[in-house]
């Protein structure tokens, strides 16, 4: 049989993964059972693991791209050794240990699946949304990628390449994605927020100053 590294490692199985761990199983254990005597509401629950997802995890890998467009010397580093250059910020752990950073230039657009389950840089990004390890998105971000790109609101320009990236028990990948125009002078902690999730794993891009200012309560 070849060699398969997805089945070598331990990280997170669930959808077409029926086997779940003792501590996934324990969780779900006491979620029914606190939701059930009243202790816990799982909309709210939901509401917290969004959180985890869509903001403080991800405000991690915002900062390395946010640093990256501002520091040529460590895009450099990036570009050569990401994991070292991720771990010198401070983020660095399971299902992080060997990273590479792929950037966007207008000649190439990166995106990143895992084909096989749902690999995903966690220190650098959080908890995987759901429709990140969902049967449609693994089989067609390689298939059709402007297809699905075109499904998150996001279309590029025939002369962009895309090029598809599947993640592996071995690497894990970062979209660097393109700095907006519009951000000359900024700092690193404005530009941070213009890095969304999305735009790290490709199927998005940094948001305009401009679509920042309206995100604004
Ligand atoms: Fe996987």
Request: glycine share 8%; aromatic share 6%.
């Amino acid at each position: 049989m070849a060699h398969d590294p997805h089945h070598d490692h331990d990280h997170d199985h669930d959808g077409d993964h029926s086997e779940l761990g003792p501590m996934d199983l324990r969780v779900r254990a006491l979620q029914s059972v606190l939701s059930q005597k009243g202790y816990i509401d799982p909309a709210a629950l939901d509401v917290l693991i969004d959180t985890y997802q869509t903001r403080i995890g991800p405000r991690n890998g915002a900062r390395v791209v946010a640093r990256a467009w501002l520091d040529p010397a460590f895009r450099d580093w990036l570009g050569r050794d990401a994991s070292a250059a991720i771990a010198s910020l401070g983020f660095a752990g399971r299902q992080g240990e060997h990273m590479v950073a792929v950037e966007n230039t207008d000649d190439q657009h990166n995106m990143v699946v895992c084909t096989l389950c749902s690999c995903y840089p966690w220190p650098v990004l959080g908890l995987p949304p759901s429709w990140y390890k969902s049967a449609p998105y693994r089989s067609r971000a390689v298939k059709d990628p402007r297809g699905v790109l075109a499904e998150f609101g996001v279309s590029l320009p025939d002369t962009t390449a895309i090029r598809v990236w599947d993640s592996t028990a071995e690497v894990r990948y970062l979209v660097i994605p393109q700095r907006p125009d519009g951000t000359e002078g900024w700092s690193e902690e404005r530009l941070a927020e213009l890095v969304t999730r999305d735009s790290m794993i490709g199927t998005g891009l940094a948001r305009t100053p401009e679509a920042e200012r309206r995100s604004r309560p």
